[in-house]
């Protein structure tokens, strides 16, 4: 989607005429990929919760299956917040503040109450029915349902949607009107300490509020705000000196290899010391635990190194787009928004199979990935729904 167009929280800004950063958009179609194999990995065996579990309990499929968990929590969301809030500096100065506040409240409200009111009953009956067996119908179960506020993966949308409110307030106090400008990029020691200072904000906020605890109704793990909130206002400062132009693919081969360092070598570590110790996991998730430094500190470190990474060589190798990419880039925020409804129903469909869950996850991931493409490619296709999403 480019710059000039109505912005979406995950769809939103890159320059497909220019040329400049049509990468970006790749790398939402990557990202929104991510999300999907990230909650059909925890479907069947990945650390999380999700609204239908089937877990695995081979070690040897845990390790790798946690990895990949670990690894996606700690930059792909957060990744999310600085992309979208890169070009909301351009759409603000575009539209002003009363045009782009109705934008956004249209663009993210409405797939609010749509998730909240519509498709959450949809996905907990399916698993009520299916996964735990009660035979009733949609009507009956409706009558019953009572969570009626849930935002479900959208909580997302819900934070984005409060950042830029926010945000609008700020620029309506301060009144900067200055345009953006060529600037220059932070330096490996500048970004280093960055990841430090993320690292030692989220161990003190998950001392209070430990990762997996959720704000209701709205879904918020506050012990993953310090780095959302960072990178979402960091979003803003790389749009005035325009980033995503000059990150070098130099910067990004180097930041490559501490993301190869960090994973390789020191995620083993960090797993060898829980066994040596016999640490329980909730131990690394916060209450001020020693082991929750040491894991903050991995997955700051690991997720700023990656973004960083991915940005420079996407930026050099992956600035074209092919009208394939195109299609799916333009299909992401449906995707994101319907993939829960996706996955459930295969997980459903491949319940009564009689095999690990390690097994139907090779089935039920890619599967998960294309049919979710497919529904989002054809929902952004309909009159209405191409205007929201």
């Not at 979402?232 to 290899?257: C, D, P, T």
């Not at 925020?333 to 869950?357: C, G, K, T």
Request: with cysteine; hydrophobic share 55%.
């Amino acid at each position: 989607m480019q710059v000039q167009s109505v912005v979406s929280p995950i769809t939103a800004g890159s320059n497909t005429q220019t040329g400049k950063i049509v990468y970006i958009d790749n790398l939402k179609v990557m990202l929104t990929v991510l999300v999907v194999l990230h909650h059909t990995f925890i479907t069947y065996g990945g650390p999380g919760s999700w609204y239908y579990t089937e877990k695995t309990t081979h070690v040897a499929v845990l390790i790798p299956m946690t990895l990949f968990v670990a690894t996606n929590q700690s930059f792909f969301m957060g990744f999310f917040f600085f992309i979208s809030a890169y070009f909301t500096e351009s759409s603000f100065h575009k539209k002003r503040a009363a045009r782009f506040t109705v934008d956004r409240l249209k663009r993210l409200g409405i797939p609010l109450i749509f998730y909240s009111f519509i498709l959450s009953p949809v996905l907990s009956y399916l698993v009520y029915r299916f996964a735990l067996g009660h035979d009733i119908s949609y009507i009956d179960y409706l009558h019953g349902f009572h969570p009626w506020i849930d935002f479900g993966v959208l909580w997302f949308v819900a934070a984005l949607l409060l950042f830029s409110l926010l945000y609008v307030g700020i620029m309506l106090l301060f009144k900067r009107n200055k345009p953006s400008q060529l600037g220059k990029l932070p330096s490996v020691y500048t970004i280093v300490l960055f990841a430090l200072t993320l690292a030692l904000g989220s161990y003190l906020v998950r001392s209070v509020f430990p990762v997996g605890w959720v704000l209701k109704p709205v879904g918020f793990q506050l012990g993953h705000f310090v780095q959302y909130i960072a990178l979402f206002a960091l979003g803003i400062v790389a749009s005035r000196g325009q980033w995503l132009q000059i990150v070098s693919y130099k910067m990004g081969k180097g930041f490559a290899a501490m993301v190869a360092f960090m994973i390789v070598v020191l995620f083993p570590v960090i797993y060898y010391i829980k066994i040596v110790t016999n640490s329980p996991l909730e131990t690394f998730n916060g209450d001020g635990h020693w082991q929750s430094l040491m894991y903050a500190c991995w997955e700051q470190f690991t997720g700023i190194f990656i973004i960083v990474a991915l940005l420079g060589i996407a930026r050099q190798k992956w600035n074209s787009q092919s009208a394939f990419m195109k299609n799916m880039s333009r299909a992401t925020f449906a995707v994101y928004i319907f993939h829960p409804l996706v996955l459930i129903s295969l997980s459903m469909l491949f319940r009564p199979w009689n095999a690990d869950p390690a097994i139907k996850l090779l089935f039920v991931a890619p599967l998960a990935v294309i049919g979710s493409f497919a529904l989002g490619s054809l929902l952004v296709r309909i009159p209405g729904v191409k205007a929201i999403i």
